[in-house]
């Protein structure tokens, strides 16, 4: 039976080399060398590496590409980013924010980005934000899986009606419980709503995302809380905590008995390299703190960590285009990872980690997955991550959605060479 789709040549993160992966009716049917089958299209992949997408498991889809709006964060800073939003949330009507957010999807596809993990804000009793996205979701449901987490940004107990409002999100179709524990009142406030929204996960079936310990504090123990409620409350592999940033601050003896807690938890963990380096270590003079979690130390232990993207355009994050290898090489630099090894966990950390937090079906380059893929214009992950690769070709469920030309640049310089492909400098 002839393939839909015969991509022939090409290279895979696990190092396979020159593979021809068939597709038909929406699922990779089989991934060999020399494939002798006809096809109604075919595709040289040669010199490329093809990809599962690009997976975003942090995103705040509620304020992206709100820039500017209503003024420019000046300092950069954290807090000057939350007073703006503050400003920003009376003016917010569901079609700008339908308006964004289906924007940034079409900016995310071009980069292979088919699917995000977003936190939305529920302190707003209009919950408004919530049936955009949830409006958003289904409309880009062909292209992009968008899954939304019900996010209690000002605070679980120190916002009036987070709680019924969450619970009301949850009802809506939110399917994750988020948190903010380092932006209660006290530890104690913080430790509390770990334990109360694990609970409500746990009584609902769902999986936990927090943004846990955001912070420079060494003596913050949020994720130690979180990390014994998942035992607790019996949420093993469902639970993620995302930044973690006070564990850079941490005392040593200290971290050395909470990642091993952590991996028993069964824990996943999200750093945010990008806003972890811009954010963190505000307060410090010199030498000024880089401010992201351990993470070549947790995934040395086992646990899942994946890279995510946080923000882009918005009151905390004026940069940013859904390219989530410009996320990985962040996160390579910060945390050192420059050994082989290290940076090929890097390309994992935004694509089959974060698959894995999403709890995604069907994900992968193998006979039975979905043909959800990524053509890059590099020969393999290291590559990818350096040169930002160009997205060739993005195809969902078999069918092309988004494609880029290959453009080598074309040099005028008398006496040497008239074009550069960026792969053979
Ligand atoms: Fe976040």
């Not at 964004?100 to 088919?114: E, M, N």
């Not at 009802?171 to 104690?188: K, N, S, W």
């Not at 079906?361 to 040169?387: F, H, M, S, T």
Request: glycine residues 8%; negative net charge; aromatic residues 4%.
């Amino acid at each position: 039976m002839p393939f839909d789709h015969l991509i022939q040549n090409i290279n895979l993160p696990d190092g396979t080399e020159g593979v021809d992966v068939g597709i038909r009716e929406e699922k990779i049917i089989a991934v060999e060398k020399n494939l002798d089958a006809e096809a109604s299209v075919t595709t040289d992949g040669s010199n490329c590496m093809l990809s599962p997408p690009f997976v975003d498991s942090h995103f705040h889809m509620d304020a992206t590409l709100s820039l500017g709006l209503p003024r420019l964060n000046q300092s950069g800073t954290l807090l000057e980013g939350i007073q703006l939003w503050g400003e920003l949330k009376p003016d917010l009507t569901q079609e700008a924010i339908k308006d964004r957010a289906l924007r940034y999807c079409d900016l995310a596809v071009s980069q292979g980005l088919l699917a995000i993990r977003s936190h939305v804000d529920v302190c707003d009793s209009r919950l408004f934000a919530v049936e955009a996205l949830l409006d958003v979701q289904n409309q880009v449901k062909p292209y992009l899986d968008l899954q939304l987490v019900a996010f209690p940004q000002d605070g679980f107990s120190r916002s009036e009606n987070a709680e019924t409002n969450l619970l009301k999100a949850l009802d809506l179709g939110a399917e994750i419980v988020g948190g903010i524990t380092h932006f209660e009142r006290t530890m104690e406030d913080g430790r509390r709503s770990v334990d109360a929204l694990c609970r409500i996960a746990a009584e609902r079936g769902l999986m936990v995302d927090m943004h846990c310990d955001e912070s420079d504090d060494p003596m913050s123990r949020h994720v130690e809380s979180l990390a014994s409620a998942t035992l607790r409350f019996g949420l093993q592999g469902r639970v993620t905590g995302s930044h973690l940033t006070s564990m850079h601050s941490m005392d040593n003896y200290y971290v050395s008995k909470l990642i091993p807690l952590m991996a028993e938890s069964g824990m996943h963990a999200i750093a945010n390299p990008l806003i972890n380096i811009t954010i963190q270590g505000r307060q410090d003079v010199y030498p000024k703190r880089r401010g992201m979690t351990r993470v070549p130390e947790l995934m040395s232990a086992g646990i899942n960590v994946a890279f995510g993207h946080d923000c882009v355009m918005d009151p905390w994050y004026p940069l940013g285009s859904a390219d989530m290898l410009e996320v990985a090489s962040m996160g390579l630099h910060v945390a050192q990872m420059t050994g082989v090894e290290a940076m090929k966990s890097c390309f994992q950390a935004v694509t089959a980690n974060a698959a894995c937090i999403m709890n995604l079906e069907g994900y992968g380059i193998k006979p039975g997955c979905n043909a959800d893929l990524v053509l890059l214009e590099a020969r393999d992950p290291i590559e990818a991550i350096r040169l930002k690769a160009k997205r060739l070709m993005v195809m969902r469920r078999g069918k092309v959605i988004a494609e880029t030309p290959s453009s080598p640049c074309s040099l005028n310089l008398e006496t040497r060479r008239s074009e550069l492909d960026r792969r053979f400098v």
